[in-house]
């Protein structure tokens, strides 16, 4: 690491996570998330439970899921006449994509050129983003599963939690339906940076009964978050952090701090609190020297962190290419 720069190192990770993109990942019948394990039945979701069913529903109304069609008319949606099964099986759950995946049902009777059902997804896919949906309380659940996010303030050990998105069409579905159910508000929030938009909740109160709500309603890949959070009485606040860290899975795996990465953001917090604590004494001289001290090892860290993300992205994908994942040359970089 010793002459590596933050800069370089960015780079590396922007094109390791390019590279991981366009990897077509080996056939997997299982899957992680939440801390639970899900199985999924080959070769399609003839035998698939419910619950199992309506967790794919939920990921693929995601805004982020699509249905594609390839140039190869062998690869119309996919392969063979599980597609076909399945779409129809997410289709008669959905809402958000229901027109989409019914054209994937109906792919491989269809007449119509590779070219004529792009233009037909292409349409689907403008119709429906400006429907007015059937928003619910299961619907909010699973874009929860899918994007919601549940923290601990490190300091005041106070609940917040919020949904992300880079649209905030849906966002305000969410924000619109639960003020006229619940008659409370949540806080929209824009991301100068990145664009991305949240809707979070810090009330206490609001934040636990919006968690009770989720897990009455089939919240599942981050049930047990929600109901750690909700321990909070009876467990510490970085006991709580710690254990929702452990949940999260991939989501943050590359943006989480190792043991050493952890120990040196205390210690640049305990000295942020020493240099607040002499510059309201008026010992400014000493403050200054710690400030100091504090930006050096700020510099450290964020190399330090980069460089664990580097290493953990360098291993999942030789992980990955050892279990059989090809690149994809149809993908753009």
Same mark, same amino acid.
């Given at each position: ?28 019948? $299982? &899957? ?32 982020? !899921? ?22 129809? $099986? ?8 229901? $027109?989409?995946?019914?054209? !994937? ?33 299961? &619907? ?22 919020? &949904?992300? $998105? ?7 579905? %969410?924000?619109? &339906? ?115 001290? %504090? ?39």
């Amino acid at each position: 690491m010793h002459g590596t720069s933050l800069r370089y190192l960015q780079r590396r990770i922007d094109a390791l996570k390019g590279l991981q993109t366009r990897l077509l990942w080996p056939p997997m019948w $299982q &899957f992680r998330a939440g801390g639970e394990t899900f199985k999924v039945s080959p070769p399609a979701l003839n035998c698939c439970r419910t619950g199992l069913l309506s967790l794919l529903v939920r990921a693929f109304t995601h805004p982020k !899921a699509c249905c594609a069609i390839w140039p190869d008319s062998s690869m119309k949606l996919g392969k063979g006449e599980h597609v076909g099964k399945a779409a129809m $099986q997410l289709a008669e759950r959905s809402f958000l994509k229901r $027109q989409q995946l019914l054209l !994937a049902a109906e792919q491989l009777s269809s007449t119509c050129t590779p070219e004529g059902q792009k233009h037909a997804l292409a349409a689907a896919r403008v119709q429906e983003g400006y429907s007015a949906p059937r928003c619910s309380w299961p &619907f909010i659940a699973g874009f929860f599963d899918a994007e919601g996010c549940i923290q601990v303030h490190p300091s005041t050990g106070a609940l917040r939690v919020s &949904f992300s $998105q880079n649209t905030v069409t849906v966002l305000r579905w %969410i924000a619109d &339906f639960r003020q006229h159910d619940m008659g409370s508000t949540l806080s929209l929030w824009r991301h100068g940076a990145t664009g991305a938009s949240q809707l979070w909740v810090e009330c206490q109160h609001d934040v636990h009964v919006l968690l009770r709500r989720l897990l009455d309603n089939g919240l599942l890949t981050k049930r047990s978050s929600a109901l750690l959070a909700l321990s909070r009485g009876d467990t510490s606040c970085l006991d709580i952090r710690h254990g929702l860290s452990r949940l999260s899975g991939n989501q943050s795996k590359y943006l989480r701090s190792t043991p050493a990465g952890i120990k040196r953001a205390q210690r640049i917090s305990a000295l942020r609190q020493s240099a607040s604590r002499y510059l309201s004494r008026g010992q400014l001289e000493k403050s200054r020297e710690l400030c100091l001290e %504090i930006e050096a090892l700020k510099r450290e860290h964020e190399l330090s962190n980069a460089f664990d993300a580097y290493r953990t992205l360098q291993s999942d994908i030789r992980e990955l290419l050892t279990q059989g994942a090809v690149l994809d040359d149809a993908k753009i970089l």
